[in-house]
């Protein structure tokens, strides 16, 4: 709950609003709303949110029949800001963004099987060209893995930007803590050259201790509450804390790959120890502008105000500015390999 729901105005409205539901007199809900399954409670909870909005703007105070924040501010309801729907989608910037986000993977997962193919020999039947311009690399099949699970998780997104319930919040979570362990994933098998034959075994290992991981994850945000008491129903900072923890850890690994001193500052001197083995991540400017950027845009979660004219916030805003970070992230992935 939040002050804005928890308001007398608000209630009143709901109240009555709700009352009609159940009336055989009671319009039908619109095509888009039935589509996206709002419910006529759920009409009813925008619909009063917005009127008590209304009401503040038009009176310039908050103390109109006590129907919302000091000095008219907007409030929140059911812990988010007021968004203007539109064709039952909740957050529809959101929703868009997820949209380019998730054809973003698409085209990364393009770019890989256009530029990388497996290490397998061209079959005789195969068209000259099939694989012109492509390059050997035991990697395209765990970034092609990379690119479904992407989008997957800006799919889940979009569902849960169109239609906030706890089913598809849990979903968005879920899928965007997946992302994030597989990319970790995907970066420790990259510098430790664990894709090889060879390596199979530690390969293994990895993968199925941060399955371990995930599972953990998703039972203590999901039935863990439900049979150990004390436990909050969803612990939303602890998720924000595993999915920032994922994130620098990876970018993390990258730098250290890519800068770390590869010859000793002294002549004649090797030096004592190196972390990652050869052959060395390619010197770039990039994986530093990658973890400027991605550093940059997650910044904006910090931020919290309510919605440019109804539409725009701070997540919002955050999901567009990713869009072209992926493509980049994909090119320099693919050179890398």
């Known amino acids: 709950a939040s002050s804005g729901d928890r308001s007398p105005a608000f209630q009143s409205c709901l109240t009555d609003c709700t009352s009609l539901c159940t009336s055989p007199s009671a319009p039908p809900l619109p095509v888009a709303l039935r589509l ?169 290992r990895l993968a199925a201790g941060l399955g371990l991981v995930f599972g953990a994850h998703v039972s203590y945000l999901s039935w863990l509450p439900k049979v150990v008491r004390g436990l909050p129903r969803f612990d939303y900072g602890y998720n924000m804390r595993f999915c920032l923890f994922l994130g620098v850890a990876h970018n993390f690994l990258w730098l250290l790959a890519t800068y770390l001193p590869r010859t000793s500052p002294f002549p004649g001197h090797t030096l004592p120890f190196t972390i990652f083995p050869p052959p060395l991540v390619k010197r770039s400017w990039k994986p530093l502008a990658f973890v400027l950027l991605t550093m940059s845009t997650m910044s904006l979660e910090l931020l919290d105000f309510p919605p440019l004219m109804g539409l725009m916030d701070a997540h919002a805003a955050w999901h567009c500015a990713t869009v072209p970070i992926v493509g980049f992230w994909y090119a320099w992935l693919v050179r890398d390999a």
């Not at 195969?126 to 893995?145: D, F, T, V």
């Not at 899928?175 to 199979?200: D, E, G, M, N, Q």
Request: charged share 20%.
């Open 36 to 204: 996206t399954l709002w419910s006529c409670a759920d009409d009813c909870r925008y619909t009063c949110m917005h009127a008590v909005e209304a009401q503040k703007s038009g009176s310039g105070s908050g103390s109109g029949g006590g129907s919302g924040g000091k000095d008219g501010r907007k409030e929140q309801y059911y812990g988010k800001w007021p968004f203007r729907r539109f064709l039952g989608a909740q957050e529809p910037i959101s929703v868009l963004a997820s949209v380019a986000n998730g054809y973003m993977h698409i085209r990364g997962l393009r770019l890989v099987r256009r530029r990388l193919h497996a290490n397998s020999p061209v079959p005789a039947h195969a068209h000259a060209n099939a694989h012109a311009g492509a390059h050997p690399s035991p990697l395209r099949k765990y970034m092609e893995w990379y690119a479904y699970l992407g989008v997957n998780a800006w799919f889940c997104s979009c569902i849960f930007h169109t239609r906030d319930t706890p089913l598809t919040e849990k979903f968005d979570y879920f899928s965007a803590a997946l992302v994030l362990l597989y990319s970790l994933f995907y970066t420790l098998i990259r510098l430790l050259h664990l894709y090889t034959p060879a390596r199979r075994a530690w390969r293994l």
